[in-house]
């Protein structure tokens, strides 16, 4: 199938990324149309949301290419999914990833199926990540499987915070049983413009995109993907099951975030400056002289902006001041205020004694208090050993016979690792090096070579 056939939807943000990856894949021969996911708009004492201003600008990038745009609304499902979950999250204790569960739940699951329905043979985001393939298996794990695992994440977690505010309950439609997966014998396309038979996964001939947009839609709409879908073909020929792969630039590399993405929600998705380095990406938007091509990329809370976190969860939690303790002896050496604010391994923001600087090692958010050190080598600070929950595997189950290198945060070191135990709810993991400061709420990925092979939240 020519590429003009293939329909993709670009997530544009109003920044330089999505707005080269609309722009590439319109040099590429797709038929490209920009889409701004409305996420959230509201201010803050102090804070203006810069949304309108991310807006205009990548609406001016989709007349500068001469493409359609549209804007998709989601705050309903980002407040409830993605917010009210991190807030939950901060009050239990933990320290929790928003972006993350915006790219798992919003990203690449609502955003996906809003534009299979509304056309779209494949969306396409500016993450710098790659999509790969790898073997294929024995047998395929369903969108039924998949929106089923999400629902138990859901569950777990509003069971977890049950006595959190501001935690909503899954709406209905995710209420009902998922529907079985379902299969055609009927040609659909792919993200090469080849077209397969579901029956047998043979090469056929071009599907005409209107009907290709008509299969995908009722099969989103009904619940499941098509079973063959997470089948890709490589320039070889081969056919393999849609994997999630680093970027080319390990210090923008973004797979950390993406790690709970399916594998067939990455069978309809592009990410061409996954190939591509950040001053490659901003040459290209200068040589197209793109009017978000000097843009500062954003800074802060990934759907606010430039605002801390401590300052987003004063609008939406009541906190009191507690004691700082020196873990060692006791000591009550300040107030802090709220031991919500705090993480394991903070060192800023405490404001007490002078000296050497302070870390946070622990604390007790039942008596609101906050225990510190200012030994480095404190063994409340370090960790060789972490249990993880929440599971998600992009393509296979880890083997507990082979060496892996896990990522306890963005831009943290890769460490070799083992897995010791592994259920089907939790994963305990071996560190050949130990780690500082792995926060309870946080995701740790686990990889092979460039591979992702996926992770969970560290208990």
């Not at 056939?5 to 319109?26: C, E, F, N, R, W």
Request: aromatic share 8%; net charge positive; hydrophobic share 35%.
């Amino acid at each position: 199938m020519d590429k003009k056939q293939i329909h993709v939807y670009v997530g544009m943000s109003g920044g330089v990324d999505s707005s080269v990856t609309a722009a590439l894949l319109k040099q590429q021969g797709y038929r490209v149309t920009g889409v701004y996911m409305k996420n959230w708009t509201q201010d803050l004492p102090g804070f203006v949301c810069p949304w309108a201003d991310d807006l205009a600008d990548a609406k001016r990038v989709a007349v500068q290419l001469n493409i359609p745009f549209k804007v998709f609304d989601f705050q309903k499902e980002y407040k409830r999914q993605v917010v009210d979950y991190m807030i939950a999250e901060y009050k239990a204790g933990r320290t929790p990833n928003p972006d993350v569960m915006c790219n798992q739940e919003i990203k690449f699951d609502l955003f996906l199926r809003t534009a299979l329905q509304d056309g779209a043979d494949m969306i396409a985001t500016g993450h710098y990540a790659r999509i790969g393939t790898v073997a294929p298996q024995p047998s395929a794990f369903s969108l039924a499987q998949a929106t089923s695992a999400r629902q138990s994440f859901r569950a777990t977690l509003e069971h977890e915070n049950s006595g959190a505010q501001d935690v909503a309950k899954p709406d209905e439609a995710e209420e009902r049983p998922a529907k079985q997966t379902i299969r055609l014998s009927t040609p659909f396309s792919f993200a090469d413009g080849k077209a397969f038979s579901a029956s047998n996964g043979s090469v056929a001939g071009p599907v005409p995109q209107k009907q290709t947009s008509h299969m995908l839609a009722k099969a989103a709409r009904e619940g499941a993907l098509l079973l063959d879908a997470t089948r890709h073909r490589t320039r070889s020929g081969s056919t393999g099951e849609a994997a999630l792969l680093t970027g080319l630039d390990v210090n923008k590399d973004q797979s950390y975030f993406l790690y709970r993405v399916t594998s067939e929600a990455l069978s309809r998705t592009l990410l061409p400056i996954g190939e591509l380095t950040k001053p490659q990406v901003r040459e290209e938007a200068r040589k197209l002289g793109l009017a978000t091509a000097e843009k500062k990329d954003s800074q802060g809370i990934c759907f606010v902006g430039k605002i801390g976190i401590k300052e987003f969860l004063q609008n939406y939690v009541e906190a009191t001041s507690g004691n700082i303790i020196d873990k060692k002896t006791g000591k009550v050496l300040g107030q802090h205020d709220g031991a919500i604010f705090y993480t394991i391994g903070q060192r800023h923001g405490l404001h007490v004694g002078g000296g050497l600087p302070f870390y946070i090692v622990d604390k007790d958010m039942q008596k609101n208090e906050v225990y510190v050190t200012t030994n480095l080598n404190d063994e409340h600070l370090w960790r060789k050993d972490l249990e993880l929950t929440q599971l998600h595997w992009i393509n296979d189950i880890p083997q507990a016979d082979k060496t892996y290198y896990v990522r306890t945060r963005y831009r943290a070191p890769l460490i070799a690792c083992r897995i010791q135990q592994l259920s089907d709810r939790s994963v305990k993991l071996s560190l050949q090096d130990p780690e500082r400061a792995i926060t309870s709420g946080q995701s740790a990925v686990l990889y092979e070579g460039d591979k992702v092979v996926g992770g969970g939240i560290v208990v």
